[in-house]
């Protein structure tokens, strides 16, 4: 049986705040955001993934006539959740990649601490790692030419203090 986690607060803040401010970003740019409800298909015909946010660049593409399943992703954003981090770190992440040569952009926004990950497509097919920590920190999505900082992304964002490591 499937069980469709529940999302938190910080999720939802972290997912306002980056289709806002992607949003704005590509406002007049041939690339524009895609909400949670437009699936993506992947290397296996069975599997679509719903990311929590996707961004098209052109003429979207779709699977079929009924146009609920892009075909032609340029990044994806997942904001992880404790019930879905490995899955979208493992399975979805290789599925998404293998399954879309247009995909660019794999980025990864953790709901329970300050922390972006963002695995871009180089030139051979490699996939490179970047991480950022700070609130000062920013990047670039160079696919789409949109900077995004941290301090937007997190905005309003509360975070829980970590537990320390017992000695």
Same mark, same amino acid.
């Not at 340029?74 to 399975?91: A, G, H, K």
């Not at 490699?126 to 905005?155: G, H, N, P, Q, T």
């Given at each position: ?9 910080s ?19 041939p690339?524009e955001?895609? %909400?949670?409800? *437009?699936?993506?298909? +992947?290397?296996?015909?069975?599997? /679509?993934?719903?990311p929590?946010?996707?961004? !098209? ?5 779709f ?6 399943v ?11 959740s ?12 290789? %599925?998404?990649? *293998?399954?879309?040569? +247009?995909?660019?952009?794999?980025? /990864?926004v ?5 922390? !972006? ?17 700070s ?33």
């Amino acid at each position: 049986m499937f069980t469709r986690w529940q999302a938190n607060r910080s999720h939802s803040r972290v997912c306002i705040n980056l289709a806002r401010e992607v949003g704005n970003k590509l406002k007049g740019m041939p690339c524009e955001p895609l %909400s949670p409800n *437009m699936k993506v298909s +992947t290397s296996n015909a069975s599997l /679509l993934a719903y990311p929590d946010l996707t961004i !098209v660049c052109g003429e979207p593409r779709f699977h079929d006539s009924k146009k609920d399943v892009l075909v032609n992703p340029r990044v994806i954003f997942e904001v992880l959740s404790p019930s879905t981090e490995n899955y979208d770190r493992t399975t979805k992440f290789m %599925s998404l990649r *293998m399954g879309n040569e +247009t995909l660019t952009d794999y980025i /990864l926004v953790s709901q329970e601490m300050l922390f !972006v990950e963002h695995f871009t497509r180089q030139d051979d097919g490699d996939w490179r790692y970047r991480s950022y920590s700070s609130l000062e920190d920013s990047f670039e999505i160079e696919s789409v030419e949109c900077k995004l900082s941290l301090a937007e992304i997190y905005d309003r964002v509360e975070f829980e203090p970590l537990d320390e490591p017992e000695h």
